[in-house]
């Protein structure tokens, strides 16, 4: 896929107009503060329908309009086109009416948008997903495996649900019985969820130990899904997790209803990142945890397009101000390629010739 223009009204400090790029690498040039990452965000949106950064979406609307608006024309490699739009409008009592449409058609959910817009954005805050907390990662899961699994996609959705509705009835103090009918739905629909992940974290693994290999790495790097249902390193049946999770949910039981909160299952397990062995959370330098992000990316990208047999828009959000020279020189050579890539700089940079450099400016962007 590729991102052939752009087009925006009041979303944050951007000045309206309409944007073409090129079909390889763009450079996206100007100080901090000017809108080179609203940009990013602003194309990004329609990966998930969602931003990377903000709370709400109130936010994304310049605080003194009523509304505002984005489209972006993508080019996919079969040849097709497809316009995606989105549109925000402030209402009473600070709530915003939010609509998202791919040629025109307004979808019901931003779950239908999952797999539709495949970009990849790796920035600065991205170094959360290997040294942050465990809901980066988990996040970091769910991310790929609702965008290339529609099974994925539904497990993610349903256990979500069940979480919420168990949680409001152990606040109520729920019969034993409908606490028990409950118990049942975390338990099968936590089951799929793990194990899910568990196969998609072993999937993200070989890819992460691919990059590291193609990018001449020392390390050995390794994933481990945790969570208190599976055993250590098992490929283990649905029937041992099943009964493993009903153990857990009833050793915590009175816990929970002390506490009116669910405490067992896939919303409380994490993803173990090794470098020789070693977890890079504790004892990886800086240096190593900022090698690991850019090669779990990689392998994000790699992955996506190979299930999606699509290419990424991979955008590059300052990362050649935030990582050492060796970092670097590895993610120079994705701009070697024919993917289509955005880059951000708070200051020129040489660029090979191809390049189609863009100058932002107070939100204003316009070709340096």
């Known amino acids: 896929m590729r991102v052939e223009r752009f087009e925006s009204t009041h979303y944050r400090n951007l000045a309206g107009g309409r944007i073409e790029f090129g079909p390889g690498l763009n450079f996206v040039i100007g100080p901090n503060g000017q809108g080179k990452t609203n940009l990013l965000e602003a194309i990004y949106f329609f990966r998930f329908g969602k931003s990377f950064r903000a709370q709400t979406d109130a936010e994304l609307i310049r605080f003194d309009q009523p509304f505002g608006r984005v489209e972006v024309d993508a080019r996919f490699a079969d040849g097709r086109g497809e316009r995606f739009a989105l549109s925000l409008e402030r209402g009473d009592g600070g709530r915003v009416k939010k609509s998202l449409k791919v040629d025109g058609v307004l979808l019901s959910r931003r779950a239908d948008l999952a797999g539709r817009f495949p970009a990849v954005l790796f920035g600065p805050h991205d170094l959360r997903v290997v040294s942050g907390e465990p809901e980066h990662r988990r996040r970091f899961l769910d991310m790929i495996g609702t965008m290339t699994d529609p099974a994925y996609l539904r497990a993610a959705v349903e256990y979500r649900r069940v979480v919420e509705q168990r949680n409001a009835a152990l606040k109520a103090r729920a019969s034993r019985a409908e606490m028990a009918a409950w118990n049942e739905r ?44 599976l055993a250590e390193r098992s490929a283990e049946a649905r029937a041992s997790i099943v009964q493993r999770f009903n153990e857990e949910v009833i050793r915590r039981m009175a816990e929970e209803i002390r506490r009116g909160v669910t405490l067992v299952g896939p919303h409380r397990d994490d993803l173990e990142m090794t470098m020789d062995g070693q977890d890079v959370r504790k004892f990886g330098s800086q240096g190593q945890r900022r090698l690991l992000a850019v090669l779990v990316k990689l392998a994000e990208m790699a992955y996506l397009e190979r299930e999606l047999r699509e290419p990424c828009v991979l955008l590059l959000d300052d990362v050649f101000s935030e990582f050492d020279e060796a970092i670097i020189a590895k993610l120079q050579r994705l701009l070697e390629g024919a993917r289509q890539v955005f880059v951000t700089s708070p200051v020129a940079a040489a660029v090979a010739s191809r390049a189609h450099v863009l100058h932002v400016d107070a939100g204003r962007i316009a070709p340096a």
């Open 186 to 229: 975390l338990v099968e629909s936590g089951c799929d969820l793990v194990m899910l992940r568990r196969d998609l974290a072993s999937a993200i693994e070989r890819e992460t130990e691919a990059q590291a290999k193609d990018l001449g790495s020392p390390f050995t790097f390794g994933m481990r899904y945790e969570s208190s249902v």
